[in-house]
T-cell receptor, first 113, second 115 residues
Framework: AQSVTQLGSHVSVSEGALVLLRCNYS??????LFWYVQYPNQGLQLLLK??????LVKGINGFEAEFKKSETSFHLTKPSAHMSDAAEYFC???????????FGTGTSLTVIP | DTGVSQNPRHKITKRGQNVTFRCDPI?????LYWYRQTLGQGPEFLTY????????KSRLLSDRFSAERPKGSFSTLEIQRTEQGDSAMYLC?????????????FGPGTRLTVT
């Protein structure tokens, strides 16, 4: 069975501050992990993915995430928040066959000017 | 390539009516997924196709829901006898196996409101 837990349904940061969005996963098989961003009334856009290569994954828009097996975590970070980063962020896990994808409940990021 | 498209973008229907949504995936993608997303929640997996074969169905997919992908290209999701609890955003995604597994590309979704 696979699942993800996103701690903090709402996160607020000041413009220019560090962004940290938390994701913990549960998987009985080696997981593939993903972060998606969703803007209002739009579909999801892939930010980055971990697929058992490098544990530090760099994505689009300056985001990165680190896979930590010992902590079963895949937290998303960005050194300096921009106003355009305000959106809903989802962490997801799948098996390596891509048969099903399980999403977390999302974290809404607010950026304060 | 214009990405994944979904039609209609919005649908308002009365309880008890049938509705059908369409998804056109990225042309070379052999996998197509349907999800349901309610307010404040992440997408919930409903079903997926590999080419024209429906390989997985969630327990969320009641017998009022049916999905098809007749020629392995576009897909339709039909909901019969709609209920107010069916109100949600229905998302479609497509993927193809590449280096590092499958990467999903999502459409903009169809927002269903059942009155």
């Amino acid at each position: 069975a696979q699942s993800v837990t996103q701690l903090g349904s709402h996160v607020s940061v000041s413009e220019g501050a560090l962004v940290l969005l938390r994701c913990n996963y549960s998987s009985s098989v080696p997981p593939y992990l993903f972060w998606y961003v969703q803007y209002p009334n739009q579909g999801l856009q892939l930010l980055l993915k971990y697929t058992s290569a490098a544990t530090l994954v760099k994505g689009i828009n300056g985001f990165e995430a680190e896979f930590k097996k010992s902590e079963t975590s895949f937290h998303l970070t960005k050194p300096s928040a921009h106003m355009s980063d305000a959106a809903e962020y989802f962490c997801a896990v799948s098996d390596q066959a891509g048969n099903q994808f399980y999403f977390g409940t999302g974290t809404s990021l607010t950026v304060i000017p | 390539d214009t990405g994944v498209s979904q039609n209609p973008r919005h649908k308002i229907t009365k309880r008890g009516q049938n509705v059908t949504f369409r998804c056109d995936p990225i042309s070379e993608h052999n996998r197509l997924y349907w999800y349901r997303q309610t307010l404040g929640q992440g997408p919930e997996f409903l079903t997926y196709f590999q080419n024209e074969a429906q390989l997985e169905k969630s327990r969320l997919l009641s017998d009022r829901f049916s999905a098809e992908r007749p020629k392995g290209s576009f897909s339709t999701l039909e909901i019969q006898r709609t209920e107010q609890g069916d109100s949600a955003m229905y998302l479609c995604a497509s993927s193809v196996q590449g280096i590092g597994g499958y990467e999903q590309y999502f459409g903009p979704g169809t927002r269903l409101t059942v009155t």
